[in-house]
Protein backbone atom coordinates (compact mmCIF):
# COMPACT_ATOMS: atom_id res chain seq x y z
CA UNK A 1 0.00 0.00 0.00
CA UNK A 2 1.37 3.04 -1.21
CA UNK A 3 0.44 7.07 -1.44
CA UNK A 4 1.84 9.01 -4.20
CA UNK A 5 3.08 12.33 -3.47
CA UNK A 6 4.92 15.05 -5.73
CA UNK A 7 8.83 15.02 -5.24
CA UNK A 8 11.38 17.24 -7.23
CA UNK A 9 13.10 16.29 -9.89
CA UNK A 10 16.17 16.10 -8.02
CA UNK A 11 14.76 14.20 -5.48
CA UNK A 12 13.92 11.75 -7.73
CA UNK A 13 17.03 11.41 -9.52
CA UNK A 14 18.61 11.17 -6.14
CA UNK A 15 15.96 8.58 -5.02
CA UNK A 16 16.86 6.52 -8.65
CA UNK A 17 20.87 6.61 -7.87
CA UNK A 18 20.47 5.36 -4.58
CA UNK A 19 18.33 2.82 -4.94
CA UNK A 20 20.25 1.62 -8.41
CA UNK A 21 23.57 1.60 -6.46
CA UNK A 22 21.68 0.02 -3.95
CA UNK A 23 20.80 -2.47 -6.35
CA UNK A 24 24.22 -3.32 -7.79
CA UNK A 25 25.35 -3.90 -4.23
CA UNK A 26 22.69 -6.16 -3.15
CA UNK A 27 21.11 -7.56 -6.59
CA UNK A 28 17.47 -6.27 -4.96
CA UNK A 29 15.37 -3.21 -6.56
CA UNK A 30 13.02 -1.90 -4.25
CA UNK A 31 9.75 -0.74 -4.77
CA UNK A 32 7.48 1.64 -3.25
CA UNK A 33 4.76 -1.35 -2.94
CA UNK A 34 7.22 -3.82 -0.85
CA UNK A 35 8.70 -3.00 2.51
CA UNK A 36 12.11 -3.89 3.26
CA UNK A 37 14.05 -3.19 6.39
CA UNK A 38 16.92 -1.60 4.82
CA UNK A 39 14.72 1.51 3.22
CA UNK A 40 12.67 1.45 7.03
CA UNK A 41 9.70 3.98 5.93
CA UNK A 42 6.30 4.48 7.66
CA UNK A 43 4.77 1.91 5.94
CA UNK A 44 7.63 -0.76 7.14
CA UNK A 45 7.10 0.81 11.04
CA UNK A 46 3.55 -0.21 10.62
CA UNK A 47 3.86 -3.40 8.71
CA UNK A 48 6.51 -4.60 11.26
CA UNK A 49 3.94 -3.43 13.44
CA UNK A 50 1.86 -6.13 12.12
CA UNK A 51 4.06 -9.05 12.36
CA UNK A 52 4.86 -8.02 16.17
CA UNK A 53 0.80 -8.17 16.20
CA UNK A 54 0.45 -11.92 14.90
CA UNK A 55 3.48 -13.16 16.57
CA UNK A 56 1.36 -14.26 19.24
CA UNK A 57 -0.57 -16.52 17.45
CA UNK A 58 2.42 -18.04 15.99
CA UNK A 59 3.94 -20.35 19.28
CA UNK A 60 5.38 -23.16 18.66
CA UNK A 61 2.89 -23.60 14.99
CA UNK A 62 3.92 -24.36 11.92
CA UNK A 63 3.00 -20.69 10.09
CA UNK A 64 2.89 -19.71 6.38
CA UNK A 65 3.52 -16.14 5.43
CA UNK A 66 1.43 -15.41 1.44
CA UNK A 67 3.10 -12.44 0.08
CA UNK A 68 6.28 -12.23 2.71
CA UNK A 69 8.29 -10.08 0.01
CA UNK A 70 11.80 -9.26 1.22
CA UNK A 71 10.99 -12.31 4.37
CA UNK A 72 11.51 -9.92 7.37
CA UNK A 73 7.83 -10.86 9.29
CA UNK A 74 8.54 -14.41 8.14
CA UNK A 75 11.50 -14.19 10.17
CA UNK A 76 10.14 -12.61 13.06
CA UNK A 77 7.18 -14.54 13.34
CA UNK A 78 9.44 -18.03 12.47
CA UNK A 79 11.22 -16.83 16.12
CA UNK A 80 8.21 -18.43 17.94
CA UNK A 81 7.34 -20.68 15.43
CA UNK A 82 7.93 -24.39 15.22
CA UNK A 83 8.24 -23.60 11.51
CA UNK A 84 7.76 -20.96 8.65
CA UNK A 85 7.19 -20.31 4.88
CA UNK A 86 6.91 -17.63 3.14
CA UNK A 87 5.87 -17.44 -0.59
CA UNK A 88 5.71 -14.72 -3.14
CA UNK A 89 6.42 -14.38 -7.15
CA UNK A 90 9.40 -12.00 -6.51
CA UNK A 91 13.03 -13.65 -7.04
CA UNK A 92 14.34 -10.71 -6.41
CA UNK A 93 12.40 -10.06 -3.07
CA UNK A 94 13.15 -14.14 -2.30
CA UNK A 95 16.99 -13.49 -3.14
CA UNK A 96 16.85 -11.22 -0.61
CA UNK A 97 15.00 -12.87 2.07
CA UNK A 98 17.19 -16.26 1.26
CA UNK A 99 20.61 -14.27 1.95
CA UNK A 100 18.92 -12.32 4.73
CA UNK A 101 16.80 -14.81 6.81
CA UNK A 102 17.83 -18.23 6.01
CA UNK A 103 17.44 -20.53 8.94
CA UNK A 104 16.59 -23.86 10.35
CA UNK A 105 13.07 -23.56 10.59
CA UNK A 106 12.57 -20.51 7.77
CA UNK A 107 12.16 -21.72 4.19
CA UNK A 108 11.36 -19.17 0.78
CA UNK A 109 9.69 -20.50 -1.97
CA UNK A 110 8.98 -18.70 -5.42
CA UNK A 111 4.87 -19.70 -5.55
CA UNK A 112 1.64 -17.61 -6.72
CA UNK A 113 -1.18 -16.95 -3.72
CA UNK A 114 -3.69 -18.87 -6.02
CA UNK A 115 -2.19 -21.76 -6.29
CA UNK A 116 -0.57 -23.62 -3.03
CA UNK A 117 1.78 -26.57 -3.42
CA UNK A 118 1.24 -27.84 0.18
CA UNK A 119 -0.98 -30.49 1.58
CA UNK A 120 -4.48 -30.38 2.91
CA UNK A 121 -4.12 -28.86 6.02
CA UNK A 122 -0.28 -27.86 6.56
CA UNK A 123 -0.32 -24.77 8.69
CA UNK A 124 -1.60 -23.49 11.97
CA UNK A 125 -1.72 -20.05 10.84
CA UNK A 126 -1.52 -18.02 7.90
CA UNK A 127 -0.87 -14.60 7.60
CA UNK A 128 -1.55 -12.63 4.36
CA UNK A 129 -0.56 -8.61 5.02
CA UNK A 130 -1.41 -6.26 2.20
CA UNK A 131 -1.13 -8.91 -0.26
CA UNK A 132 -4.99 -9.85 -1.29
CA UNK A 133 -5.48 -6.19 -3.01
CA UNK A 134 -2.82 -6.99 -5.38
CA UNK A 135 -4.24 -10.59 -6.71
CA UNK A 136 -6.56 -11.34 -9.49
CA UNK A 137 -8.11 -14.10 -8.55
CA UNK A 138 -9.10 -13.48 -4.77
CA UNK A 139 -11.20 -16.36 -4.80
CA UNK A 140 -8.84 -18.76 -5.38
CA UNK A 141 -6.68 -17.61 -3.00
CA UNK A 142 -9.09 -17.88 -0.46
CA UNK A 143 -10.11 -21.57 -1.30
CA UNK A 144 -6.03 -22.16 -1.49
CA UNK A 145 -5.87 -20.96 2.05
CA UNK A 146 -8.37 -22.22 3.75
CA UNK A 147 -7.55 -25.80 2.00
CA UNK A 148 -3.74 -25.92 3.89
CA UNK A 149 -5.32 -24.27 6.97
CA UNK A 150 -5.36 -26.86 10.01
CA UNK A 151 -9.21 -27.42 11.49
CA UNK A 152 -8.09 -25.53 14.22
CA UNK A 153 -6.01 -22.94 12.75
CA UNK A 154 -6.31 -19.35 12.02
CA UNK A 155 -5.82 -16.83 9.34
CA UNK A 156 -5.12 -13.24 9.35
CA UNK A 157 -5.96 -11.51 6.48
CA UNK A 158 -4.79 -7.63 6.09
CA UNK A 159 -5.88 -4.99 3.30
CA UNK A 160 -6.68 -1.69 2.68
CA UNK A 161 -10.17 -0.36 3.83
CA UNK A 162 -11.50 1.96 0.60
CA UNK A 163 -12.96 4.45 3.60
CA UNK A 164 -9.64 5.80 4.25
CA UNK A 165 -8.14 5.78 0.43
CA UNK A 166 -10.85 8.02 -0.94
CA UNK A 167 -9.71 9.80 -3.88
CA UNK A 168 -6.62 8.35 -4.05
CA UNK A 169 -5.87 5.46 -6.64
CA UNK A 170 -3.44 2.77 -6.43
CA UNK A 171 -2.61 1.26 -9.79
CA UNK A 172 -1.16 -2.04 -8.19
CA UNK A 173 -4.61 -2.81 -6.72
CA UNK A 174 -6.95 -4.81 -8.59
CA UNK A 175 -9.00 -4.42 -6.24
CA UNK A 176 -9.82 -3.06 -2.51
CA UNK A 177 -12.62 -4.86 -0.39
CA UNK A 178 -15.64 -2.88 1.20
CA UNK A 179 -16.27 -4.37 4.52
CA UNK A 180 -19.60 -5.97 3.04
CA UNK A 181 -17.51 -7.61 0.12
CA UNK A 182 -14.35 -9.13 2.47
CA UNK A 183 -17.63 -10.49 4.92
CA UNK A 184 -19.60 -12.11 2.10
CA UNK A 185 -16.18 -13.54 0.38
CA UNK A 186 -14.80 -14.69 3.74
CA UNK A 187 -17.60 -16.53 4.76
CA UNK A 188 -17.73 -18.50 0.92
CA UNK A 189 -14.26 -20.03 2.47
CA UNK A 190 -14.71 -19.80 6.78
CA UNK A 191 -17.28 -20.99 8.94
CA UNK A 192 -16.36 -17.45 11.28
CA UNK A 193 -15.04 -14.62 10.48
CA UNK A 194 -14.42 -11.25 12.33
CA UNK A 195 -13.16 -7.90 10.71
CA UNK A 196 -11.76 -5.29 12.93
CA UNK A 197 -12.36 -1.86 12.86
CA UNK A 198 -9.29 0.30 11.91
CA UNK A 199 -8.08 2.80 14.44
CA UNK A 200 -8.37 5.90 12.53
CA UNK A 201 -10.96 7.62 11.64
CA UNK A 202 -11.16 7.99 7.68
CA UNK A 203 -9.26 11.79 6.61
CA UNK A 204 -12.17 12.30 4.29
CA UNK A 205 -15.13 13.46 4.52
CA UNK A 206 -16.59 11.14 1.70
CA UNK A 207 -14.71 8.24 3.97
CA UNK A 208 -16.51 9.50 7.06
CA UNK A 209 -20.11 9.37 5.02
CA UNK A 210 -19.06 5.68 3.86
CA UNK A 211 -18.11 4.11 6.87
CA UNK A 212 -21.12 6.34 8.95
CA UNK A 213 -23.75 4.69 6.21
CA UNK A 214 -22.03 1.22 6.75
CA UNK A 215 -22.45 1.30 10.26
CA UNK A 216 -26.04 2.15 9.85
CA UNK A 217 -26.65 -1.23 8.69
CA UNK A 218 -25.56 -3.15 10.77
CA UNK A 219 -22.04 -3.63 9.24
CA UNK A 220 -19.77 -3.42 12.33
CA UNK A 221 -16.50 -4.96 12.87
CA UNK A 222 -14.72 -5.74 16.43
CA UNK A 223 -12.69 -2.75 18.18
CA UNK A 224 -10.27 -4.39 19.34
CA UNK A 225 -8.80 -1.61 21.08
CA UNK A 226 -11.37 -1.45 23.31
CA UNK A 227 -12.27 -5.41 23.40
CA UNK A 228 -8.92 -6.92 22.74
CA UNK A 229 -10.65 -10.87 22.94
CA UNK A 230 -11.54 -12.83 19.75
CA UNK A 231 -13.96 -15.52 19.90
CA UNK A 232 -13.98 -15.13 23.67
CA UNK A 233 -9.94 -15.33 24.03
CA UNK A 234 -7.81 -12.61 25.10
CA UNK A 235 -5.60 -10.71 23.16
CA UNK A 236 -2.47 -8.70 23.29
CA UNK A 237 -3.01 -5.59 21.75
CA UNK A 238 0.19 -3.76 22.23
CA UNK A 239 1.52 -3.67 18.19
CA UNK A 240 -2.19 -4.00 17.25
CA UNK A 241 -1.63 -1.51 13.90
CA UNK A 242 -4.87 -1.21 11.71
CA UNK A 243 -4.59 2.17 10.85
CA UNK A 244 -6.15 2.25 7.42
CA UNK A 245 -6.28 -1.55 6.75
CA UNK A 246 -9.40 -4.23 7.62
CA UNK A 247 -7.76 -6.86 10.09
CA UNK A 248 -9.51 -10.05 8.86
CA UNK A 249 -9.79 -13.09 11.33
CA UNK A 250 -11.58 -16.26 9.56
CA UNK A 251 -11.06 -19.81 10.97
CA UNK A 252 -12.68 -23.16 10.63
CA UNK A 253 -12.09 -23.68 6.40
CA UNK A 254 -15.10 -25.11 5.30
CA UNK A 255 -14.29 -27.98 3.46
CA UNK A 256 -15.70 -29.02 0.06
Known amino acids: MSIAFKQSPLALVRKLLTRSAYTLRTGYWHTPERCCPDFPDEIFVNQL??????????????????????????????????SAVGI???????????????SSNVEFLRMGAEALIFADRSFDFIISTENFEHLRDHHANLREMSRVLTDAGVLLLAT??????????NRYHTHEFAFEELTQIMQEF?????IAENLLVPPTEEGRRLKED???KGEVGVNLALHPSLWGDTIDTTWLSNTHSFFVFARH????
Request: glycine residues 10%; contains cysteine; hydrophobic residues 30%.
Open 190 to 194: FCECL
Open 49 to 82: KVYRFASQFCMKARILDVGCGTGYGTSYLAQSAE
Open 88 to 102: DISSQALGYARKRYG
Open 160 to 169: PNPEMFVGIH
Open 214 to 216: RQK
Open 253 to 256: PRRE
